[in-house]
């Protein structure tokens, strides 16, 4: 036989803290047992323990347990997916990264994931111009940043929407790398997954950008002509690097069909980075043509992968291959 002291003693030990002090009255003792958050199987067996347990203290006939489930708030709520970054990186500027990083981010919320834009771009930012987000301003709650809202509603943050337009940005190093953070850690609620379109090259700040905020992905953006290429190997092996695995490599203006006769022409080469893509054993994601009407719907803040057409269709069968990618790695 136990005395009621040793088991009351014994029951925070083997509940960790959930059973409540037991009360005993005419040899049937009562015990509130705290199972918020069990499972099942182990509510029954924790029960089933205190029962045995209980039945060995003197004067004790009858024992009733009766469950509560007093979970935090915390724990209550359901559990929020982990935010997964993808990186949209180029060797150089002006291949088209900032434009493949918006179509791309709007192509992926039309095939329905819950994504947002991060223009990592400090230094030329352009997300608030291609997503027609440019007159918003950021509120801020706890310290973190709310983002804006872009084409489709989706939500972004760019540093052109922090600092006034044309204001050039004389920034150090760490200075970079905590605007990036506070883009990143931003109050991004139930977004899945940031596209962030990374600055160009492949310096420092790429590096600490890629080892702190581990992206799950990266995708490479390349014109077709050799020294953009070359570049774009440097980018890959940034990733390499850093440890972070590679989506894939896109050819963008690639093949000019001319407005007015349709003539076909290949002003940066044909065909470079499918090859370049299968010399570094990287996927190639796909080609988005040169065209006038893709810079001219992304200067006015509408991104052509929102529409339909050709040059919607090229983004959309990268975003496919992207998404695919992003299922089979979860
Ligand atoms: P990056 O981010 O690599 O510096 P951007 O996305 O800003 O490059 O593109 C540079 C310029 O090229 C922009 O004026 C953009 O509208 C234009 N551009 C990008 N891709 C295409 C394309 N496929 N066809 C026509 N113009 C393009």
């Given at each position: 036989?136990t005395?009621?002291?040793?088991?009351?003693a014994?029951?925070?030990?083997?509940?960790?803290?959930?059973?409540?002090?037991?009360?005993?009255?005419?040899?049937?003792?009562?015990?509130?047992?705290?199972?918020?958050?069990?499972?099942?199987d182990?509510?029954?067996?924790?029960?089933?323990?205190?029962?045995?347990g209980?039945?060995?203290?003197?004067?004790?006939?009858?024992?009733?347990?009766?469950?509560?489930?007093?979970r935090?708030?915390?724990?209550?709520a359901p559990?929020?997916?982990?935010?997964?970054?993808?990186a949209?990186?180029s060797?150089?500027g002006?291949v088209?990264?900032?434009?493949?990083?918006?179509?791309?981010?709007?192509?992926?919320?039309?095939l329905?994931?819950?994504?947002g834009?991060v223009?990592a771009?400090?230094?030329?930012?352009?997300q608030?111009?291609?997503?027609?987000?440019?007159?918003?301003?950021?509120?801020?709650?706890d310290?973190k940043?709310i983002?804006?809202?872009g084409t489709?509603?989706?939500?972004?943050?760019?540093?052109?929407?922090?600092?006034?337009?044309?204001?050039?940005?004389?920034?150090?190093?760490?200075?970079?790398?905590?605007?990036?953070t506070?883009?990143?850690?931003?109050?991004?609620?139930?977004t899945?997954?940031?596209?962030v379109?990374?600055?160009?090259g492949t310096?420092?700040?790429?590096?600490?950008?890629v080892?702190?905020?581990?992206?799950?992905?990266?995708l490479i953006?390349s014109?077709?002509?050799?020294?953009?290429l070359?570049?774009?190997?440097?980018?890959?092996s940034?990733?390499?690097?850093a440890?972070?695995?590679?989506?894939?490599l896109?050819?963008?203006?690639?093949?000019?069909?001319?407005?007015?006769?349709?003539?076909?022409?290949d002003?940066?080469?044909?065909?470079?980075?499918?090859?370049?893509?299968g010399?570094?054993?990287?996927?190639?994601?796909?080609?988005?043509?040169?065209?006038?009407?893709?810079?001219?719907?992304?200067?006015?803040?509408?991104?052509p992968a929102?529409?339909?057409?050709?040059?919607?269709?090229?983004?959309h069968?990268v975003?496919?291959?992207?998404a695919?990618?992003?299922?089979?790695?979860?």
């Amino acid at each position: 036989m136990t005395d009621l002291a040793d088991f009351t003693a014994r029951l925070t030990a083997l509940t960790g803290g959930r059973a409540s002090t037991p009360r005993l009255k005419d040899g049937v003792m009562t015990i509130a047992l705290d199972v918020g958050g069990l499972p099942l199987d182990k509510r029954d067996g924790l029960a089933a323990a205190i029962r045995e347990g209980a039945l060995t203290v003197t004067g004790v006939t009858d024992v009733r347990i009766a469950m509560t489930a007093e979970r935090k708030a915390e724990e209550a709520a359901p559990l929020k997916a982990p935010l997964r970054i993808l990186a949209v990186a180029s060797g150089k500027g002006g291949v088209g990264k900032s434009t493949l990083s918006a179509n791309l981010a709007v192509a992926l919320h039309r095939l329905g994931l819950k994504v947002g834009l991060v223009d990592a771009d400090i230094y030329g930012p352009s997300q608030a111009r291609l997503m027609g987000s440019e007159d918003q301003k950021p509120q801020a709650r706890d310290k973190k940043l709310i983002p804006v809202t872009g084409t489709l509603g989706i939500p972004m943050l760019s540093m052109a929407h922090l600092v006034e337009p044309g204001k050039a940005l004389a920034w150090r190093g760490p200075m970079v790398g905590n605007a990036l953070t506070q883009l990143i850690d931003a109050e991004w609620s139930d977004t899945e997954l940031l596209v962030v379109d990374m600055p160009p090259g492949t310096g420092d700040i790429q590096l600490t950008m890629v080892q702190k905020h581990k992206p799950v992905g990266a995708l490479i953006v390349s014109t077709p002509q050799d020294l953009a290429l070359i570049d774009a190997t440097r980018a890959v092996s940034l990733f390499h690097q850093a440890g972070v695995p590679m989506i894939g490599l896109v050819e963008n203006m690639a093949g000019y069909a001319c407005p007015h006769c349709g003539e076909l022409s290949d002003p940066f080469g044909h065909g470079g980075a499918e090859s370049k893509a299968g010399d570094l054993s990287m996927p190639f994601l796909g080609r988005i043509p040169l065209a006038i009407d893709i810079r001219q719907r992304s200067d006015a803040g509408d991104p052509p992968a929102a529409g339909e057409g050709v040059h919607a269709d090229a983004f959309h069968a990268v975003a496919r291959k992207v998404a695919d990618w992003l299922k089979a790695s979860a």
